[in-house]
């Protein structure tokens, strides 16, 4: 089993910063991808940036939120800065992984840390 657990959220006003942090441990024999995604109320899970192969950044963040991995640490990180209230949900870490030599990649999400952009 593979578990992935965020820190890093809060409540921030609008114009600040926050780093997210998320780590990967148990039965992981290589990381694929690792990521972010959010979840604002009343609406559904979207990419927020991905680091795999390439990096990818959803539309809404380009410019102000920048992904990084320690691959020897297997943790990914989130860096958002000039956070708008737009930007308030649910952040999930996301990574795809292989669990034993050959095997087959799967999807695992942590538990998801509040971000709140608020005056």
């Known amino acids: 089993q593979v578990q992935l657990v965020e820190s890093g959220g809060g409540l921030v006003q609008p114009g600040g910063f926050l780093r997210l942090s998320c780590a990967a441990s148990g039965s992981i024999f290589s990381i694929n991808t690792m990521g972010w995604y959010r979840q604002a109320p009343g609406k559904g899970r979207d990419m927020v940036a991905t680091?795999?192969?390439?990096?990818n950044y959803a539309d809404s963040v380009k410019g102000r939120f920048t992904i990084s991995r320690d691959s020897a640490k297997n943790m990914v990180y989130l860096q958002m800065n000039n956070l708008k209230p737009e930007d308030t949900a649910v952040y999930y870490c996301?990574?795809?992984?292989?669990?034993?030599?050959?095997?087959?990649?799967?999807?695992?999400w942590g538990q998801g840390t509040q971000v709140t952009v608020s005056s």
């Open positions: 680091s795999g192969g390439s990096t």
């Open positions: 996301n990574a795809i992984v292989a669990t034993m030599r050959g095997g087959p990649l799967r999807n695992y």
